[in-house]
């Protein structure tokens, strides 16, 4: 490893498992001081197997994602990169979602980044700039399915959010962008979706297989990094080219 963050303190939310875990050990590994936090308690073994912080938080909520970024700065004494990757996707129809429902995917996805953001601000801008990075998705800004209705509406709404903050905060040193992951291989879909899901949607994808969570992770320590100190307000798309197809299929000569 080469470095990338050292002396750099990072504050990764929801990173119990799958792209969050991945993005926190990436980070550890390249000499960041990191905190992680999740609803989940499996954060505080995560914390433990890759030398981290762990913060226990509800970020959909403001006492919650406070009490992160508190935690983040007693453990290190500052805050200088941003992650907000807590993420919730039940599937249901549009018919079918309820109000509590839709409310608690945004307040979730959406409303937990406006939040984060807003918690990290003043402790970033005291020190002169940081980074922040929030995980959006192609579903949504770019594509859509059945039943992801308030996923997609959520997702989307992170890109418009990122653009205003890092037009506003820039004055503050401080860089705003986004991940738009594809169809990562995490825990996650290998439980909820299945084999199936997984053989229909690796198809899809030009390159003939899902995204690893370390590939998430590789493209999120760049936005974070100083080499990414001239881009704001921008997002990195990571799916392997499957939102390059016109139609459905991929048909490709022989060769």
């Given at each position: 490893?080469?470095?990338?963050?050292?002396?750099?303190?990072?504050?990764?939310?929801?990173?119990?498992?799958?792209?969050?875990?991945?993005?926190?050990?990436?980070?550890?590994?390249?000499?960041?001081?990191?905190?992680?936090?999740?609803?989940?308690?499996?954060?505080?073994?995560?914390?433990?197997?890759?030398?981290?912080?762990?913060?226990?938080?509800?970020?959909?909520?403001?006492?919650?994602?406070?009490?992160?970024?508190?935690?983040?700065?007693?453990?290190?004494?500052?805050?200088?990169?941003?992650?907000?990757?807590?993420?919730?996707?039940?599937?249901?129809?549009?018919?079918?979602?309820?109000?509590?429902?839709?409310?608690?995917?945004?307040?979730?996805?959406?409303?937990?980044?406006?939040?984060?953001?807003?918690?990290?601000?003043?402790?970033?801008?005291?020190?002169?700039?940081?980074?922040?990075?929030?995980?959006?998705?192609?579903?949504?800004?770019?594509?859509?399915?059945?039943?992801?209705?308030?996923?997609?509406?959520?997702?989307?709404?992170?890109?418009?959010?990122?653009?205003?903050?890092?037009?506003?905060?820039?004055?503050?040193?401080?860089?705003?962008?986004?991940?738009?992951?594809?169809?990562?291989?995490?825990?996650?879909?290998?439980?909820?979706?299945?084999?199936?899901?997984?053989?229909?949607?690796?198809?899809?994808?030009?390159?003939?297989?899902?995204?690893?969570?370390?590939?998430?992770?590789?493209?999120?320590?760049?936005?974070a990094s100083d080499e990414a100190a001239y881009i704001t307000g921008t997002t990195i798309v990571i799916d392997g080219g499957q939102t390059l197809p016109e139609g459905g299929m991929i048909h490709m000569p022989a060769h």
């Open positions: 490893m080469t470095g990338r963050l050292n002396g750099k303190r990072a504050l990764v939310i929801g990173a119990a498992r799958g792209i969050g875990r991945a993005i926190a050990e990436r980070f550890v590994e390249e000499g960041a001081r990191v905190t992680i936090s999740d609803v989940s308690e499996a954060g505080a073994e995560t914390a433990k197997a890759i030398g981290a912080a762990f913060v226990a938080a509800d970020i959909a909520t403001e006492d919650g994602a406070n009490a992160t970024v508190e935690a983040a700065l007693a453990a290190h004494g500052g805050l200088d990169i941003l992650v907000q990757n807590a993420g919730i996707y039940p599937w249901t129809l549009i018919e079918d979602i309820s109000p509590a429902e839709w409310d608690a995917v945004l307040g979730v996805n959406l409303r937990g980044t406006f939040l984060a953001a807003k918690a990290a601000l003043a402790p970033m801008r005291a020190a002169g700039g940081g980074r922040m990075v929030f995980t959006s998705s192609i579903t949504g800004p770019r594509v859509t399915s059945p039943g992801h209705g308030h996923y997609s509406a959520s997702k989307a709404g992170i890109l418009g959010f990122v653009r205003s903050a890092a037009l506003e905060w820039a004055r503050y040193g401080i860089t705003v962008n986004a991940i738009e992951p594809g169809n990562i291989l995490t825990e996650g879909m290998e439980r909820e979706r299945g084999e199936a899901f997984i053989r229909e949607m690796s198809a899809s994808v030009p390159v003939g297989r899902l995204g690893t969570p370390r590939e998430i992770a590789h493209a999120t320590l760049f936005l």
